[in-house]
């Protein structure tokens, strides 16, 4: 009885291992048909990423979604042969929590890599250094060291890296105080200084890189930090295959020059005329100008122009360099995007003569685009603002303008308005979002300048031929009468008044 029970029990057990195996061998097999999460993107032919509207990671352009960070991912998913889509978060912790989501792929969004995020997501090799900056008004005394900062108004973005910084310094000086700001983006803490309205703030050296010029008094005192990485967050998880080729694509465009490259298209800032400018400009007025001079009267004569204020957005697009290429891939006289020589019907991108005939088109397409209600000189400030930074950022401008109480058909009012595309409390209210909307106020400023001073020149030009060409009576030079009538624009709906023209 006890040897039947005995072989019973053995019969069991070896039954329980061979089910045991079975199953074990089955999810080996199951498992080894489950798509990775490499595959399944190229399958789905989507990669889809946790980003933040904003200066440095994606924004709307005249051309469409642009941005450093935007444009280091489309690389990637480029590469992979899929879309990209993007998820907008607005906060860093709603960020973090949407990584762990299983239809996200990863966070593209101006992370910073410290210890404490490590424990939640894993990070890619980083693709830029960046250091925390102290921030202060240049108007009051530097402030030399953490101790100076006691009792101050310092401000800081919540759920940042600056926070978690900020927390490891009060162990060390326990009196340490700050406010945190959650809607707030670095440009605006910087504004905050600039104006004084509030003592000191922390930004990253890269946002400071961007945005310093926008507001001069705001300047840095000293890092509270040392390099730190900015890297692409993913989920933790045993399924590494989107995280290596990841890491692989990063390693690439780091020693093929790309990343470089992208560093210098989206942190260089535009800058507005200095007085060497405008001396350069008179220079070149002599040397460049007469071989772009009748084409761009011809354009201008077919599209109803003032030549001269188009040679002076042709100046300020590729200073009359006829083969120009700037850091975003617009090329020739006009600095015409590939999307918009088509849409003019432009071929050849660096042939003088279609890229002064596709400006003029584009201007002129702009100028009949603004609402009819925009008369004069306004209409055609606002024409050249959406030249440089799209019609559709223009229109969120004269949009919050009116919502602010001016006027949206003033260019004088809604140049006041155009920077608030840089702040996420008004960007995140508009149609088109985050735009760098200082730098279509510096470019209506600078051609307005380089204008003037061809229309200048051309009066100049003038009275010295009328000078040379006249007649002396009692010792005074006579010029024919119309020699001094005022230079004349050819809008002929909207008269562009060269004598309103200041440098502002």
Known sequence: MEIGKRKAAQRLISNLFSGLAIIAISLMLVRSYLPTTLEKVLTEGQLRVISRNGPTTYYEGPEGLTGFEYSLVKGFADELGVELVIQDEDSFGRIFNAVGEEQNHLAAAGITVTPTRSKGVKFTRPFMKVKQQLIYNSRQPAPRDILDLMGKDLVVISESSHVERLQELRETYPELTWREEPALEMIELLEMIHKGEADYAIVDSNSYDLNRHAYPRAQTAFDISDAQDLAWAFAHSIDTSLFDAAQAYLDRVEQNGTLATLTDQFYKPIVEVTTGDALLFSYRL????????????????????????LAAISYQESHWNPTAESRTGVRGLMMLTLATASDMGVKDRIDPSQSIYGGAKYFRNLLDRIPARVTGDDRVYMALA??????????????LTEIHGDDPNKWS????????????????????????????VAYVKNVRNYHKILAWHSQHEQR????????KTDGQTHLPSET?????????????????????
Request: glycine residues 6%; hydrophobic residues 35%.
């Open 413 to 440: 009012d809604v140049r006041k308005h155009l920077p608030l595309l840089a702040k996420r409390q008004y960007y995140s209210q508009t149609k088109h979002g985050y735009a760098r909307g200082w730098e279509p």
């Open 484 to 504: 001094l009538q005022p230079v004349k624009s050819k809008f002929s709906r909207n008269s562009f008044n060269t004598s309103s023209l200041s440098v502002l």
């Open 286 to 309: 002599e040397k460049r100008l007469p071989r772009w001079e009748e084409g761009l009267k011809e354009a201008a004569a077919k599209f109803d122009l003032d030549w001269q204020l």
């Open 386 to 399: 959406a030249y440089n930074v799209g019609m559709g950022h223009l229109e969120d401008a004269r949009v």
């Open 464 to 471: 010295r031929l009328a000078v040379t060409h006249g007649e």
